[in-house]
């Protein structure tokens, strides 16, 4: 028996969960999958290692059915940077074997006009830096209309203020959609989301 809050997830997570032996949740995951589940926005805060990036994968994986529809992007993620990009593409490939969902990695060092080609033959979920995002949105590469969930992970690299301006731009092109943002902490800077996006957002710390 998957245990909470394992076992509600797509039939897919679970196989996959079980063939990378992950069977016990951790005690953030435990908090915060049924809250982001509900479709609330939410502030997520742990320490390194409580699970973040996982709960981020399964949540949208979940949210998105684990299958391909229409060609709009339904998930975009942002990170801090092109390293971090590649090395979310690379873990959630590990979920995405056997579906039709299609995971693109948005990569700082292809031309820019290259990602907005690839991006209109058809992706679910975006992975990139908020440059990157908010340069294909002012190019038109990018439909927002369809996202469904926009997560940040490891958020703190929003004090820099390039980033934090580049998501304010991003943000304010998507309507009715849930945010998740992910940190070790609350900062000031991520307090200030509050007034753009993220009002009423539950906060989950464990």
Do not use: W
């Not at 074997?97 to 299609?102: G, S």
């Not at 995971?103 to 908020?130: M, R």
């Amino acid at each position: 028996m998957m245990p909470a809050p394992f076992k509600k997830l797509h039939p897919h997570l679970k196989e996959i969960l079980e063939s990378l032996e992950i069977s016990t949740p951790t005690p953030f995951q435990v908090k915060s999958i049924p809250i982001i589940k509900s479709g609330a926005n939410v502030f997520c805060t742990a320490l390194e290692n409580s699970g973040k990036t996982t709960t981020l994968i399964l949540t949208t994986l979940h949210k998105l059915k684990c299958e391909e529809a229409g060609t709009a992007p339904r998930s975009i993620v942002l990170v801090e940077n092109n390293e971090k990009a590649i090395e979310l593409y690379e873990a959630f490939l590990k979920y995405t074997r056997r579906t039709t969902l299609r995971v693109y990695l948005g990569d700082e060092k292809e031309h820019i006009d290259l990602l907005k080609s690839e991006i209109f033959e058809g992706i679910d979920v975006l992975i990139a830096t908020p440059k990157i995002v908010n340069q294909l949105l002012l190019l038109e590469g990018l439909n927002t209309t369809q996202v469904k969930i926009f997560n940040v992970d490891d958020a703190s690299f929003l004090t820099n203020n390039a980033a934090f301006t580049a998501v304010m731009a991003v943000t304010q092109s998507i309507h009715k959609c849930q945010f998740v943002i992910y940190s070790e902490k609350i900062t000031p800077t991520l307090k200030r989301l509050e007034s753009y996006f993220m009002e009423y957002a539950k906060i989950v710390s464990a």
